[in-house]
């Protein structure tokens, strides 16, 4: 069963961040991802289930930055007030339904130009975990959703670069040069 909640708004407060991380101010979403964008704090959440396949999501056509594209299992922001462990639970459970314990893996910086219509500026916190539970998306973020074969991604990756974020190849590259065998020698997120 499908949910439709409203999880998030152009006006919501999200946290400034400088070169180093370090908390600046808040802006609001909308001016955050404005032309080049804002440096603010974010994250990426990276869902394995017990067959080591990786959930994916496709982002919703409602989505003005990247609608339609595939992505990593759940990626948002801390809002301004918010604890990292707050934001990441909230946005699981808005997203997908489920919470799980996160292990946190590294945090980089980059920037991402959608054309004209506004950019991804962000300092990004990266997490992963597992889950076999239920999965209950809500259709105002997710368009549609599967587990997928390592294998299988890197091939979809190599011939169809342009059907996923800019976010999720940085990301997943990073992740399978420096912490896969981590993650798959049975890390529980704990």
């Known amino acids: 069963m499908a949910r439709e909640d409203i999880v998030s708004s152009a006006g919501e407060e999200l946290i400034l961040v400088d070169e180093l991380d370090r908390e600046i101010g808040v802006r609001s979403k909308s001016e955050c991802h404005a032309g080049n964008g804002m440096l603010h704090r974010a994250f990426s959440i990276f869902v394995f ?3 080591d396949e990786l959930l994916l999501q496709q982002r919703s056509a409602q989505k003005p930055l990247w609608p339609n594209y595939w992505s990593n299992t759940c990626c948002s922001h801390p809002r301004s007030g918010e604890t990292m462990d707050e934001a990441l639970s909230r946005r699981l459970t808005e ?3 489920f919470d799980c314990p996160l292990k946190y893996l590294y945090k980089f910086k980059y ?3 959608y054309g004209a219509v506004g950019a991804e500026h962000e300092y990004c916190w990266v997490y ?3 889950h ?7 259709v105002n973020e997710i368009a549609d959703w599967r587990f997928v074969d390592l294998a299988a991604l890197n091939t979809e990756l190599e011939q169809h670069t342009d059907r996923f974020t ?3 190849r940085m990301e997943w590259a990073h992740i399978s040069n420096n912490f896969l065998d981590e993650i798959l020698a049975g890390g529980d997120g704990k």
């Open 128 to 130: 992963y975990g597992r």
């Open 95 to 97: 997203e997908l339904g």
């Open 111 to 113: 920037h991402a130009q």
């Open 166 to 168: 800019p976010w999720f």
């Open 132 to 138: 076999d539970g239920s999965i209950d998306v809500n």
């Open 49 to 51: 289930n017990g067959a």
